[in-house]
């Protein structure tokens, strides 16, 4: 069971109904049939419940949804959270499961069961929380999938000035796992209990009309990640005292920062950026869900609108490497090219044309590199799209191609023999869609073709689909058949042909079926294989 609440503006509050709800209830039952060794794993009818109603109280919606399969066996533990964001003006409250988003560094979208405030009267800017960022998992041996963990608290205050234009942002992050939350773990030294403080700031300036603009993201953090190591005396003076009382060193704290800036020029003809954004080894926040650490990243961007945006000219390049402490054996480069020519003629013609190199390569670290396994390719790209569309009162017509060519080069001739290949994809696809009698057509066929220095692979797909409604757009209907052909160095070895079949009924505004059936026939030189799945559902709409 799943329940939030929606952020609602409480000036709205006397407007609203004191206790609405309405929702969904749907039932259904399906089948599978496989005549392959493996498909009899799979039950052949099934049934499934389910309810979603939405309760709303003076306004504030708290969805909650209920599943009942055949699978179910017991009715234990569900999952279940409630939040609520309810704000006022320049306030804005959240408690219960909820997350906030100050910055990418720092408390970014972590999700905790707790509560917080946010205030932005004029130019003053406040926010503050405390919650639990973890639930406490006891160790079970039993279960090799959950790992134990410790219950973690936390709080942050963030305080700045400016608005949506211009800000700047102070933020500050604490949290910490409670070691008695769960029994000692059996392998506790990889299992430690951890502190983190995080200091750091965000900023936004737009100048020239907000032609200009310019964002700062850093941050500074400190990490225990074991708390039962030995505290380090580091003296008595003043910032000795203050770092004690924020987070105090022990044998296993670390201190690591990042940085982010980004400076962009923007008008009506060209964009200009510049972005350099570097995130030290080590770095880590506990009001994040997951950050990549010891990278540096340099990168440009221009775009360019040309013949009253009918012509649009687009190129990034961007340069990362890693190792930033020089610690790691061998150290990994990363360099990108891409360019777009985008170009809408008239109403009716339009082409992309894009294309990307990107090259990865590695070099000395700690140790020396072999060279049998050192890492260096380049991958080319080169992808061509044109569409042509035709409109009229009766038909509407749009016809498109898609063909990308990528070629990955290994500059290592050891591992050239193994990895380098050439790929061609292309599609095309053409749609019709006869308004006054709710038709839709869409057939296309698209072709896959890769060479390596030891295989060879051709795919062909051609597909058509089709879309109907009858009655005024009560019943709507839908086909498609799609056939694949696969060959491997010159035979071909599998063909597969999927038809599909779906049915739906609007009966009245409360009440829906619907029906869907796939058939799918794989042949390959050895047998062939049929399988059979549909389902029928019921939904009642309140």
Not at 190 to 215: C, L, M, R, Y
Not at 421 to 449: D, E, H, M, R, W
């Amino acid at each position: 069971m799943v329940a939030s609440a929606a952020a609602q503006d409480l000036e709205e509050l006397p407007k609203q109904k004191p206790f609405e709800i309405h929702g969904s209830v749907s039932a259904g039952v399906g089948y599978y049939v496989s005549s392959a060794a493996f498909g009899n794993t799979r039950k052949p009818y099934s049934y499934f419940i389910n309810a979603a109603p939405v309760m709303s109280l003076y306004g504030i919606q708290i969805p909650i949804n209920f599943t009942l399969t055949e699978g179910s066996q017991h009715f234990k533990n569900p999952f279940a959270q409630f939040g609520i964001n309810p704000y006022w003006k320049w306030i804005k409250l959240y408690g219960g499961w909820t997350n906030m988003t100050w910055s990418p560094t720092t408390l970014n979208g972590k999700t905790f069961l707790g509560c917080g405030i946010e205030i932005n009267p004029s130019l003053f800017r406040f926010g503050a929380m405390y919650g639990r960022f973890n639930p406490a998992v006891k160790e079970d041996t039993t279960k090799f999938s959950v790992s134990p963990q410790y219950k973690r608290r936390g709080f942050a205050f963030k305080i700045g000035v400016g608005n949506e234009k211009n800000f700047f942002d102070f933020i500050f992050l604490k949290a910490k796992d409670v070691q008695n939350s769960i029994p000692q773990v059996k392998d506790y030294l990889n299992f430690p209990a951890q502190e983190n403080a995080v200091f750091g700031i965000i900023s936004h300036q737009s100048f020239a009309k907000q032609k200009v603009t310019w964002d700062l993201d850093g941050a500074v953090s400190a990490i225990t990640r074991d708390l039962n190591s030995q505290q380090l005396d580091i003296g008595t003076g003043t910032g000795t005292k203050f770092l004690k009382l924020v987070i105090p060193p022990r044998l296993s704290t670390s201190y690591a920062w990042t940085a982010h800036t980004n400076i962009t020029f923007r008008n009506e003809k060209m964009t200009l950026g510049a972005d350099y954004n570097r995130v030290q080894p080590e770095y880590v926040s506990m009001g994040l869900d997951y950050i990549l650490n010891d990278q540096e990243k340099y990168m440009l961007v221009q775009s360019f609108n040309l013949k009253q945006n009918k012509v649009v000219l687009s190129f990034n390049e961007s340069f990362q490497r890693d190792d930033l402490n020089k610690r790691k054996a061998v150290k990994t480069n990363r360099i990108n090219f891409n360019s777009t020519v985008a170009l809408n003629l008239n109403q009716n013609f339009g082409m992309a044309i894009s294309y990307t190199n990107f090259s990865v390569f590695q070099q000395r670290g700690l140790k020396a590199l072999n060279d049998s396994t050192k890492l260096m390719q380049i991958q080319n790209m080169i992808a061509l799209t044109p569409h042509y569309l035709i409109m009229s009162e009766k038909l509407m017509q749009n016809i498109f191609v898609s063909v990308t060519y990528q070629r990955l080069d290994d500059l290592n001739n050891y591992m050239a023999q193994f990895t380098r290949n050439n790929t061609v994809n292309t599609n095309i696809g053409y749609t019709a869609v006869l308004q006054k009698i709710f038709l839709t057509l869409s057939p296309s066929f698209n072709i896959l073709y890769s060479k390596t220095p030891t295989f060879e692979l051709l795919n062909i797909s051609p597909s058509i689909f089709a879309n109907k409604s009858f009655w005024n757009g009560k019943i709507s209907t839908s086909a498609g058949i799609t056939f694949t052909a696969g060959r491997q160095n010159k035979v071909w070895s599998n063909k597969t042909i999927n038809n599909t079949l779906s049915v739906g009924y609007q009966i009245n505004s409360h009440h829906s079926l619907k029906f869907s059936n796939n058939i799918t026939k794989n042949y390959y030189a050895i047998g062939s294989t049929s399988e059979y799945r549909g389902d029928l559902s019921y939904t009642y709409s309140f």
